[in-house]
């Protein structure tokens, strides 16, 4: 059993802090999305007021359909996971994913056999005789993740559960929740301040910014869509680049002319967004003069990162970052003269006032 939850205008103030301003969400059932924003958005406190640990001051959460808002925590079909591992040191791995059974009256070989089922789920078979302390972080939170699953909610809420890891297992940790809840097909709502987690695992990515929702959609729409300069600028990198609106829908930025997505301010200076993907690199050529459409710079830093390389360009006295093939390395050292282009597709514009990257 899977649940559709809909945040309603939901808005909690905590003293002056507004954490939640008007939010406005609806997750529909089986669906994983990742909440994403900067610190102190109010992802926390959207996930607690799910769960049943927060009441929102105005607005409501409705669980198919349904106004839970006044319905106590331990009456809720949720299951969490927080950020630290929160296990209950003095009692096994078992008994650890055994505990709601237990309040909840199962019989002891019945749960026994349920926690170990779930153990297994989430790949710690054998392991259920062990400890808190006796387990690595990655396996604390399997444990954790079996623990939340263990009164079959309908609904999983999954607080920054891999912040604390170290990066491999992280990942590897990311994936198997994914699986796992792909199998289970439970509605998740995992909150994250990393781009990059959030955009790998989740169906649909709910950005939020000061306590409100920015912009809701699939990873790839989020990405390549942003539906404003806050949004692009918070997931993936971009370039704010000084471009002159050209008339038509098309702006014109380092000698080129690019249509412009979505509406853009009363220009004509303005700033433009451009992922360091969207930018070609080829070496220059010295002997002739560069070709319309064409700017020309250099390579100031060269960061190797494997299957990509990111350049820091100077380009008529802009920094420009661009992401190339990781073979192009050798060819592309710091100092070296190279042309320029921007891939055709529509980019985002922002009025001049728009922050500029850090060098
Ligand atoms: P982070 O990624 O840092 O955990 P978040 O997006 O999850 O941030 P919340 O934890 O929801 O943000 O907090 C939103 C705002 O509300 C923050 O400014 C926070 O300091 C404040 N806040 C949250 N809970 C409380 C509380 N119990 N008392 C006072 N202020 C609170």
Redesign the pocket.
Known sequence: MTSKVEFRGLRRV??K?V?LDGLDLTIEPGQFVALL?P????????LRCVAGFERPDSGAVLVDGKDITDVPANKRDAGMVFQSYSLFPNLNARDNVAFGLRVRGVPTATRRAKADELLELVGLPGHADRYPHQLSGGQQQRVALARALALEPRVLLLDEPLSALDAKVRVALREEIRRLQLGLGITTIF?T?DQEEALSIADRVAVLRDGRLEQAGPPAEVYDRPATPFVAEFVGTMNHLPGRLAGDGKVTVLGQTLPVDGTAPTGPDVTVLIRPEAIQVTLADTTHPPAVGTGLGEVVTASFRGASVRLRLLMDGHEVLADVPGHEAARLAPGTRVAIRLVERPVLVAARAAPVPDA
């Open positions: 905590f003293g802090t954490a924003g610190s102190g958005c109010g992802k926390t406190t959207a909150v301040h």
